[in-house]
């Protein structure tokens, strides 16, 4: 038996025979050209097959994994026809005298590098689909069939790397799960596999030859392994898992596509939480309605320095047209206490949970927000982008974000730049908050508690501090009744209330939400399903009226 480890790109168990892939080399030779003409015009009739094939392919894709998931092959349609990309294939052809293949290579790997060295993250990504599309205008150049990924049988489908449009090709049916040497884990590819639900690895330091095409092997995408040959015990437990996973799967799988309601008719949206681009796969798979609270300062910690308006608007652009038309709450930069920044060079404190965070750095350092803002503002046109204020504590807060935000506005505006109107709603994660969420609800759209500060600042307790652990207890009915009071105060108001911190998740309160009239819950992706399980089978109603009656463990919060 061999044993390669990897990253896990979607969990889950593969049995079977390997299949090497090889992608078709792509020879290519510099030839010199005499009649340049008739060369551009072969270049511009390769591009429009190519066009025809990504169209059919988009089709495909959009049948099979969603239109947001689709969106690369029209972004690939759009690459082609790139002009600085074509004037540099045209240029290099008619002042260098050569062949159209070797101009596209050329200006592919001119390009490619190019994009690598960019600081966005987006960008980066780009140098894939650059020679992706490149590669496909070569394969028609060269008269050869678009690349065959059929395989007779299921297999595990090995290979050096897989471009985004290879993966859509697969036939579901036929690939067990694949397996690269190559590959990022945020590539389109490695979203497209998750949509998709295959099991799948990248960074696998497999020899792609002879020695493990034809095996039989097992994956363990779930721990990023996958053993060649198994011995007998490893198969058995990895059979034994496969089969654990299948049992499970049907279970969720009755759940997906139901509407989030009681038996006594009441709805609630379930959304999830998440850090970065790189969740997205999971809230797809979970079937969340929505991103309830996506944390942008992990934007700012992976930095070394302030990202600027277009990453920023690169990556909220990309997430709401993931979420195609769902709601994608983005939180405004909540730095500070625990989640120090050194280029934000913030005076050290002696109490940093209570100090300088969140939103007083954003209104006491307004270049800062203003240039998220700018980026959220510019992406709400792309999607059902609402912006949340973390920390909130007065109204005066409000008042100031949203002179701020005006400002931001006017500038797009004179500027002629797109934006939609996002929903503007807050945190409730102070016991200030609280108390004034009838006065604050009268000014946003919607609340979300975070119930993880809510409580260690009720209690009085540090979250940080593990030594504290026993007293730091969010089932506390003094947290309870807050959360209570806020949802009535909100739902006088005539908005929405949500909890986006852990409690929410904690499948031993959700009647007890539910009975409360608590309208969101934004929890981890994986947490969707067993909340749904729950919502579908309570009569909050009744619940409420145990409650009232004090039947159950919780009668302090009414
Ligand atoms: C919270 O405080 O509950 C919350 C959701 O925010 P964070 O955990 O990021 O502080
Ligand atoms: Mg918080």
Redesign the pocket.
């Known amino acids: 038996m061999k044993v390669f480890h990897g990253k896990s790109v979607f969990s889950g168990t593969a049995i079977g025979t390997i299949r090497v892939y090889k992608k078709g080399e792509q020879q290519v030779k510099r030839i010199r050209i005499e009649d340049t003409e008739s060369e551009i015009k072969r270049y511009r009739k390769a591009t429009q097959a190519a066009q025809g094939q990504l169209k059919k392919l988009y089709e495909k894709a959009v049948k099979e994994v969603g239109e947001a998931n689709a969106a690369i092959f029209e972004i690939h349609q759009v690459m082609l026809e790139d002009g600085d990309y074509q004037d540099s294939i045209e240029n290099m052809i008619c002042t260098q005298n050569v062949n159209a293949e070797y101009a596209v290579a050329q200006t592919a790997d001119n390009f490619a590098r190019m994009f690598s060295a960019m600081e966005d993250e987006y960008m980066r990504e780009r140098a894939a689909d650059v020679k992706d599309i490149s590669e496909r205008l070569l394969t028609v150049l060269h008269g050869v069939d678009e690349t065959n990924m059929h395989t007779a049988s299921p297999a595990i489908i090995v290979a050096d790397d897989l471009a985004p449009s290879e993966t859509v090709q697969l036939n579901k049916d036929m690939v067990l799960s694949f397996v690269t040497v190559h590959g990022s884990l945020n590539s389109h590819t490695a979203i497209l596999a998750r949509t998709m639900g295959i099991p799948a690895l990248v960074c696998a330091p497999l020899p792609l030859d002879e020695t493990i095409d034809g095996k039989y092997a097992a994956v363990d995408g779930t721990n990023g392994v996958i053993y060649v040959d198994p011995d007998k015990e490893t198969l058995e437990r990895m059979r034994k898992k496969k089969e654990e996973e299948k049992k499970r799967a049907e279970l969720l799988l009755t759940l997906k596509g139901k509407e989030n309601i009681t038996l006594d008719g009441h709805k609630i949206m379930l959304y999830a939480n998440i850090g970065s681009m790189k969740d997205l796969a999971a809230v797809l798979e979970n079937d969340a309605g929505g991103i309830g609270?996506f944390?942008s300062e992990f934007i700012y910690l992976e930095n070394d320095r302030f990202p600027t308006e277009e990453e920023q608007f690169a990556i909220y652009r990309f997430v709401a047209q993931t979420m195609a038309g769902k709601r994608v709450i983005i939180r405004t930069l909540?730095i500070g206490a625990d989640k120090s920044c050194d280029y934000f060079q913030l005076e050290k404190e002696e109490n940093p949970a209570m100090g300088l965070r969140a939103i007083r750095i954003c209104l006491t350092r307004p270049e800062i927000f203003k240039t998220q803002l700018r980026a959220l503002y510019r992406a709400s046109a792309f999607g059902k982008i609402a912006i949340m204020y973390?920390m909130i504590t007065s109204l005066e807060e409000i008042r100031k974000i949203k002179e701020i935000a005006a400002q931001v506005k006017d500038e797009l505006e004179s500027q002629g730049i797109r934006y939609n109107e996002p929903e503007q709603g807050i945190?409730i994660?102070t016991p200030a908050a609280v108390m004034i969420s009838d006065l604050l609800a009268e000014e946003v759209d919607f609340f979300s508690i975070?119930?993880?500060?809510?409580t260690q600042y009720t209690l009085a307790v540090d979250r940080q501090n593990m030594a504290l652990d026993e007293f730091y207890d969010p089932h506390h009915p003094a947290v309870l009744r807050m959360i209570s009071m806020v949802v009535d105060h909100a739902h006088k108001a005539g908005i929405w209330a949500g909890i986006?911190?852990?409690l929410g998740s904690d499948t031993s309160l959700t009647k007890e939400f539910l009975a409360m009239g608590v309208d969101e819950l934004s929890v981890s992706p994986g947490s969707i399903l067993p909340i749904r399980q729950i919502v579908l089978q309570t009569d909050a109603g009744a619940y409420r009226a145990g409650l009232e009656a004090g039947c159950y463990r919780n009668k302090d919060t009414q």
Request: proline share 7%.
């Open positions: 609270l944390r909540d973390p945190m994660e975070g119930t993880n500060d809510l986006c911190g852990e």
